[in-house]
Every structure is written in structure tokens, then in C-alpha cells.
């Protein structure tokens, strides 16, 4: 495979830093095929594991290291995905992949933290990960190592164990999945500018801190959606919430049921997004899905699993900026 480890290596030369330099593609690799970030680091960490099990002549036989390590690693998510799927099946309530950090998020701030390596593009957007959930784990493998990173489908077929010609086909069927989902492809660049995504993410925030039934209705699209995901370890509303009216209500009484939060604006997988802060500590990360002025999905992970990346020390907003009456708390949302 393509890998910045170069077409070969001089065996004398396998030192850590060879090797190691291979962790920040493996884990944006593994991330957008599993959805989770921890997951990922595992998948990593095994691939390095088999690496390093091998007797140091069959590692100076590898022609790429890096190239070694991402088939390995693929192969590794492949099963993941597979064994996902039953597990899923018995999630309580809703699945949302593992929300990301963004820089100047607050969390990911120690050296080589998994957050710090992912590269934050249109394929890391929730919206888009989301509709990778609704592939099969062959397709979602040879669409995303094609479609986003590229790979010739030669090399995927030694990964899913397929020829060429069916992985062709399987990231096809995957293209049709993202067209029918109209969700946009990994290298479209949004309509709405980052400044217009921001100030609509603020005003949400705003009309929700203010109990503003009316305005979050406006913001809403009428058809919208919000999902929540606690995993059954938190409170968490167990089907989706449709509609931007009855969004609004569960909103104003969510707010009413978690006071004394604060609500912070923070990039959440690329984009503007919102963390519910309890005395410091992150209990809720919302994204966003945004359609020209309005929002169309809400995904708000509660599932303090999904939220160890987020953990943060208590900040001090400055008075009136970023302290909420409470719209998402322990129990809430």
C-alpha cells in the first residue's frame, strides 16, 4: 500500500521512530472504519503488537513497513466491525460513533493523545460517519480506504479477501448508501461557510439557554432529528426525537430538569458543535448536522465511554459567555 514509509527500507535502519512515524495514518486508517476512537487505538496498538512479535528477519523481509502495518490494521478493524454489529444489536438505545475533540477543544492537550492524530475533514463529520454505520463491514473498508484515503483496489482485495473487481463493487454500493443518505461526499466542501455553521450553532445555544421555544423552532428544520446515545450508563431519551417543535419542547425540558451546567462552543468532529460541562467535567457532546440556516440532525452523545477524549479541568467563562441554566446534565438529554 501507499504508505509515507516509502516503497522499502534498509533493515539496519527498522529503528522505533520507522516504525512508530506510521501511528498518525493508522489511526485516522482505523478511526473512520470503526467510529470509535478507543476502539481505533486498540486496533492500532494490535497491529503494532504482531509487528513487533515478529522475529527481526521476517520484519527485514517486509518491503513497507507502513504498508505491512495498514493491511494489518484493516484487517483487525475488519473483524471489529464484524463482531460490532451483533454487539450493537444489544446496545441500549441509540448508536452514535465516538465524538472527536477539535483543536482548541480543551481536551487531547497531552503529546500524541489519539484526538491529536486524527486529521479533521469532511470524512471525520458526524453526518458522515453515521452513514458509514449503515454499511456492511466489507463495503465500509473499501469505501473509505478508496474513496478517502485513496488506496488502489488491488491492495484492499488482499485486505477483505475479494478480488479487485468486487471491491470496485462494494465501495459502488457504498457510494449509493452516501448518495441515498444525501450525505456529502469526503471531499465536498459544504455550502455553509465555518463562520455561518458557528453563528447558527450560537444562536442555538442561546435561544436553548434562554428557554426560547420559538426561536429553536426557527433554527430547526421543521423535519429534523436528534439522537442521543447513552449507551445505558446515563439517562438518555432511547428513540429519536423528530420534528423541530417537539425538539424544541424536549429541549425546554431537558433545560428545566439540569440547571446550573455550562455550555460550552466547541469544534466537535471539525465542526461547531456543543459540550455540556457538570462542575467541569463533560457529560454531553452535541453535533450538528447543518442545512443552509437551519439545523437538520442533533447527535448528542452522553455515554461516558465515548466521552474520554472531552475530559476537561473546570473553566471560569467570563461572566454571561458560556454558562447555561442547565440544557443538557447528569440525567438529561
Given at each position: 500500500?501507499?504508505?509515507?514509509?516509502?516503497?522499502?527500507?534498509?533493515?539496519?535502519?527498522?529503528?522505533?521512530?520507522?516504525?512508530?512515524?506510521?501511528?498518525?495514518?493508522?489511526?485516522?486508517?482505523?478511526?473512520?472504519?470503526?467510529?470509535?476512537?478507543?476502539?481505533?487505538?486498540?486496533?492500532?496498538q494490535?497491529?503494532?503488537?504482531?509487528?513487533?512479535?515478529?522475529?527481526?528477519?521476517?520484519?527485514?523481509?517486509?518491503?513497507?513497513?507502513?504498508?505491512?502495518?495498514?493491511?494489518?490494521?484493516?484487517?483487525?478493524?475488519?473483524?471489529?466491525?464484524?463482531?460490532?454489529?451483533?454487539?450493537?444489536?444489544?446496545?441500549?438505545?441509540?448508536?452514535?460513533?465516538?465524538?472527536?475533540?477539535?483543536?482548541?477543544?480543551?481536551?487531547?492537550?497531552?503529546?500524541?493523545?489519539?484526538?491529536?492524530?486524527?486529521?479533521?475533514?469532511?470524512?471525520?463529520?458526524?453526518?458522515?460517519?453515521?452513514?458509514?454505520?449503515?454499511?456492511?463491514?466489507?463495503?465500509?473498508?473499501?469505501?473509505?480506504?478508496?474513496?478517502?484515503?485513496?488506496?488502489p483496489?488491488?491492495?484492499?482485495?488482499?485486505?477483505?479477501?475479494?478480488?479487485?473487481?468486487?471491491?470496485?463493487?462494494?465501495?459502488?454500493?457504498?457510494?449509493?448508501?452516501?448518495?441515498?443518505a444525501?450525505?456529502?461526499p469526503?471531499?465536498?466542501?459544504?455550502?455553509?461557510?465555518?463562520?455561518?455553521?458557528?453563528g447558527?450553532?450560537?444562536?442555538?445555544?442561546?435561544?436553548?439557554?434562554?428557554?426560547?421555544?420559538?426561536?429553536?423552532?426557527?433554527?430547526?428544520?421543521?423535519?429534523?432529528?436528534?439522537?442521543?446515545?447513552?449507551?445505558?450508563?446515563?439517562?438518555?431519551?432511547?428513540?429519536?426525537?423528530?420534528?423541530?417543535?417537539?425538539?424544541?419542547?424536549y429541549?425546554?425540558?431537558?433545560?428545566?430538569?439540569?440547571?446550573?451546567?455550562?455550555?460550552?462552543?466547541?469544534?466537535?468532529?471539525?465542526?461547531?458543535?456543543?459540550?455540556?460541562?457538570?462542575?467541569?467535567?463533560?457529560?454531553?457532546?452535541?453535533?450538528?448536522?447543518?442545512?443552509?440556516?437551519?439545523?437538520?440532525?442533533?447527535?448528542?452523545?452522553?455515554?461516558?465511554?465515548?466521552?474520554?477524549?472531552w475530559?476537561?479541568?473546570?473553566?471560569?467563562?467570563?461572566?454571561?459567555?458560556?454558562?447555561?441554566?442547565?440544557?443538557?446534565?447528569?440525567?438529561?438529554?
Amino acid at each position: 500500500m501507499n504508505t509515507s514509509s516509502g516503497p522499502g527500507h534498509d533493515g539496519s535502519e527498522l529503528s522505533l521512530g520507522v516504525i512508530t512515524g506510521e501511528r498518525r495514518q493508522l489511526i485516522n486508517v482505523a478511526y473512520r472504519l470503526l467510529g470509535s476512537l478507543t476502539e481505533a487505538e486498540d486496533a492500532v496498538q494490535e497491529a503494532y503488537a504482531r509487528w513487533y512479535a515478529m522475529p527481526r528477519a521476517q520484519q527485514e523481509a517486509v518491503a513497507s513497513p507502513g504498508a505491512w502495518l495498514t493491511t494489518v490494521a484493516s484487517r483487525i478493524c475488519l473483524d471489529l466491525l464484524g463482531s460490532a454489529r451483533v454487539r450493537r444489536e444489544r446496545y441500549v438505545g441509540e448508536w452514535i460513533p465516538e465524538p472527536l475533540p477539535g483543536r482548541g477543544a480543551g481536551a487531547g492537550t497531552v503529546p500524541d493523545d489519539p484526538a491529536d492524530l486524527i486529521t479533521l475533514d469532511e470524512s471525520v463529520s458526524m453526518a458522515f460517519l453515521v452513514v458509514l454505520e449503515s454499511m456492511t463491514p466489507a463495503e465500509r473498508v473499501a469505501f473509505v480506504l478508496h474513496d478517502v484515503f485513496r488506496y488502489p483496489f488491488a491492495e484492499i482485495a488482499d485486505i477483505v479477501g475479494r478480488t479487485p473487481a468486487a471491491c470496485r463493487q462494494l465501495a459502488s454500493s457504498a457510494r449509493r448508501r452516501v448518495t441515498a443518505a444525501q450525505a456529502p461526499p469526503a471531499t465536498a466542501v459544504t455550502a455553509v461557510t465555518a463562520a455561518e455553521q458557528a453563528g447558527l450553532v450560537r444562536n442555538f445555544k442561546r435561544a436553548w439557554e434562554a428557554r426560547d421555544i420559538e426561536a429553536l423552532v426557527g433554527l430547526l428544520d421543521p423535519d429534523a432529528a436528534m439522537v442521543a446515545d447513552g449507551g445505558g450508563l446515563v439517562g438518555a431519551v432511547l428513540r429519536p426525537v423528530e420534528g423541530s417543535r417537539r425538539i424544541a419542547q424536549y429541549l425546554i425540558h431537558i433545560a428545566d430538569k439540569a440547571p446550573g451546567l455550562t455550555l460550552l462552543e466547541r469544534p466537535v468532529n471539525g465542526r461547531p458543535g456543543l459540550v455540556a460541562q457538570h462542575t467541569g467535567v463533560t457529560v454531553t457532546v452535541a453535533a450538528f448536522d447543518l442545512t443552509g440556516d437551519r439545523v437538520a440532525r442533533i447527535w448528542a452523545v452522553r455515554n461516558p465511554e465515548k466521552l474520554r477524549a472531552w475530559t476537561e479541568k473546570p473553566e471560569n467563562p467570563a461572566p454571561g459567555r458560556d454558562t447555561a441554566p442547565g440544557p443538557a446534565g447528569p440525567g438529561a438529554v
